[in-house]
């Protein structure tokens, strides 16, 4: 990364953005912010960002872009954008809740259990 120090952690990589949680491990809140940002491709396309994670604290970030405006006349956020980031910031907030009532140290070693989580299939006729 231009700039950057080998060796140096960015506040990033040291989890400065995690909140502090008696229950939930560091490594486990790291892991799941890295799988957020990095490994949900709609999450990426949204931009969306963890500014705080913790047990009882979430907050998601995302830049405006022209790509996510519904009403072109007003320039207003689109409905659809608004309620996604509220069903991912409900599913973060419920991944959260899972990681501590699982006792999850780290989310590398209990991969085979979440990928088991179910979702749903829908068709419309």
């Known amino acids: 990364m231009f700039g950057r120090r080998r060796g140096v952690q960015t506040s990033r990589e040291r989890g400065d ?3 502090k949680s008696t229950d939930i491990s560091p490594q486990a809140l790291l ?6 940002e990095e490994r949900i491709p709609f999450n990426r396309v949204l ?3 963890i500014e705080r994670l913790g ?3 979430v907050v998601v970030r995302f830049d405006m872009r022209d790509e996510l405006i519904g009403n ?4 207003n956020l689109h409905g659809g954008v ?3 980031v509220l069903d991912v910031v409900g599913g973060l907030v419920a991944f959260i809740a899972l990681l501590k009532r699982e ?3 780290s989310l590398e070693d209990e991969a085979d259990k979440f990928s088991r989580l179910g979702t749903i299939d829908l068709r419309v006729d």
């Open 55 to 57: 047990e009882s604290d």
């Open 31 to 36: 892991d799941a912010t890295r799988v957020f």
């Open 103 to 105: 006792g999850v140290q």
């Open 17 to 19: 953005h995690l909140t």
């Open 82 to 84: 608004i309620s996604s």
């Open 72 to 75: 072109f006349t007003r320039g």
């Open 47 to 49: 931009g969306l960002r």
